[in-house]
Nanobody, 126 residues
Framework: QVQLVESGGGQVQPGGSLRLSCAAS????????MHWFRQAPGKEREGVSC????????YYVDSVKGRFTISRDNDKDTVHLQMDSLKPEDTAVYFC???????????????????WGQGAQVTVSS
């Protein structure tokens, strides 16, 4: 059974940090680029970050550049998103997803993902 399971979400104060993890099983994650998406209530799902299999390509949406860091451990079939200096506008459900190729695409579309996790809630508030 193919699974992507997110963990590490929770509630933090503005300026705090969280580290999300995504554990893959049932397929060879090391052969695919991986994404993090997020969706806030009433908003469209947006691509947050992408990492290629080689780590040569990393993508970040402008709103999180300098604050979020994506990484992967192919030996452990996991991908992470370190989130620092969190802001209330970062509040959303965060999803990991598997790209259909080894590289991050120029245009990221939610309907092009192979697999999705069920999401992890991140809440940034006082």
């Amino acid at each position: 059974q193919v699974q992507l399971v997110e963990s590490g979400g929770g509630q933090v104060q503005p300026g705090g940090s969280l580290r999300l993890s995504c554990a893959a099983s049932g397929f060879a994650m090391r052969y695919y680029a991986m994404h993090w998406f997020r969706q806030a209530p009433g908003k469209e799902r947006e691509g947050v970050s992408c990492i290629s299999t080689s780590d040569l390509t990393r993508y970040y949406v402008d709103s999180v550049k300098g604050r979020f860091t994506i990484s992967r451990d192919n030996d452990k079939d996991t991908v992470h998103l370190q989130m620092d200096s969190l802001k209330p506008e970062d509040t959303a459900v965060y999803f990991c997803a598997t790209e259909k190729s080894a590289r991050c695409p120029l245009s990221i579309r939610t309907d092009k993902m192979r697999f999705w996790g069920q999401g992890a809630q991140v809440t940034v508030s006082s």
